[in-house]
């Protein structure tokens, strides 16, 4: 079983959906989690990190962690074709550096 | 200029080359790390680096042999690659292994693509 599961899409939209992508993850001492937004040719750019259950808020971009499911996911809201990327979650243990990721979910926002 | 830059940006070599990928990070970190990205594969980590002293090594085959000679550069030196080793290559770096708030989220360059022939 890998650590952290994402389904890989891709996930086709149109412009101004709300997207929602998912990630699960296996170890319950995983304490930090980190969304990442890659586009074609280019490193993973980092959307959002937090280390607690909830909710996290910032802009358009909404994420949510369910430590009782092992369950962490990126809303976005009023989507563009320029959210058009692939989308990497992440997790590890609290206090330290090693972080285990998802295979990406590719998403398409179509004008 | 992107916070963490990364050279060559493609890379072909022949499995009896040697080569070098260069990082450099321009955001103060201390920690930088290199991982493997293939197609359709999570990140794999390859190795982690604190202060310029290696903290961590995947089992990561003999032929790829890193450096960091201070907190702002690292390098991935290639020696006897196979075509199984052709990726994309990412260097990242983090502010610290253990920031005060706990983990520091990673900065990622856009990577080396590299092709064994």
């Known amino acids: 079983q890998k650590e952290v599961e994402q389904d890989p899409g891709p996930l086709s939209v149109p412009e101004g959906a709300i997207v929602s992508l998912n990630c699960t993850y296996s170890?319950?001492?995983?304490?930090?989690f980190m969304w990442y937004r890659q586009y074609s040719r280019k490193g993973p750019e980092l959307l959002m990190y937090?280390?607690?259950?909830g909710n996290k808020e910032d802009g358009r971009f909404t994420a949510q962690v369910d430590k009782s499911s092992k369950y962490i996911s990126l809303f976005i809201r009023d989507s563009q074709p320029s959210d058009s990327a692939t989308y990497l979650c992440a997790s590890g243990p609290y206090n330290f550096n090693k972080f285990y990721f998802g295979s990406g979910t590719k998403l398409n926002v179509k004008p | 200029e992107t916070g963490v830059t990364q050279t060559p940006r493609h890379l072909v070599m022949g499995m009896t080359n040697k080569k070098s990928l260069k990082c450099e990070q321009h955001?103060?970190?201390?920690?930088m790390y290199w991982y493997k990205q293939s197609a359709k594969k999570p990140l794999e980590l390859m190795f982690v680096?604190?202060?310029?002293?290696?903290?961590e090594n995947n089992s990561v085959p003999s032929r790829f042999s890193p450096e960091c000679p201070n907190s702002s550069h690292l390098f991935l030196h290639l020696h006897t690659l196979q075509p199984e080793d052709s990726a994309l290559y990412l260097c990242?770096?983090?502010?610290?292994?253990?920031?005060?708030?706990?983990?520091?989220?990673?900065?990622f360059g856009n990577g080396t693509r590299l092709t064994v022939t």
């Open positions: 955001l103060g970190h201390n920690a």
């Open positions: 937090t280390y607690s259950s």
């Open positions: 990242a770096s983090s502010q610290d292994l253990v920031g005060l708030e706990g983990n520091s989220p990673l900065h």
């Open positions: 170890n319950s001492a995983f304490q930090y």
């Open positions: 680096y604190s202060l310029e002293e290696r903290v």
